[in-house]
């Protein structure tokens, strides 16, 4: 599996950015795919995380109400649309993937055995 994220960027506080996650492999209806994040200095911590077919997403608390996950199994693709953006919500988003049709909760860090490069979102104060 590979992934590709993209769509960081500077931008201002209470403005938006919809990242974006390709995945490679034939089997991408049953990834159950997350979104992470690392600010300087702190632990890769959990974002989003939606089902192999979207009907399960879950937040963590400090971005619920303004970011939304979804995924396009036809495009191999997943997104992360954020809104109202804080500076704390500056940090480096990784995509991650785990092969199942489960829908239990995964939002740990070492649950995920694969992982994208990165992109780097800036909220400017």
């Known amino acids: 599996v590979q992934l590709q994220a993209s769509g960081g960027g500077l931008v201002q506080a209470g403005g938006s950015l919809r990242l974006s996650c390709a995945a490679s492999?034939?089997?991408?209806?049953?990834?159950?795919m997350g979104w992470f994040r690392q600010a300087p200095g702190k632990e890769r911590e959990f974002v989003a995380a939606i089902s192999w077919n979207g009907g399960f997403k879950f937040y963590a608390n400090p971005v619920k109400g303004r970011f939304t996950i979804s995924r396009d199994n036809a495009k191999n693709t997943m997104s992360l649309q954020m809104n109202s953006l804080k500076p704390e919500d500056t940090a480096v988003y990784y995509c991650?993937?785990?092969?199942?049709?489960?829908?239990?909760?995964?939002?740990?860090?070492?649950?995920?055995?694969?992982w994208g490069q990165g992109t780097l979102v800036t909220v400017s104060s």
């Open positions: 492999g034939r089997t991408f209806s049953s990834y159950y």
């Open positions: 991650a993937v785990r092969e199942t049709h489960s829908g239990s909760l995964y939002l740990q860090v070492s649950e995920y055995p694969y």
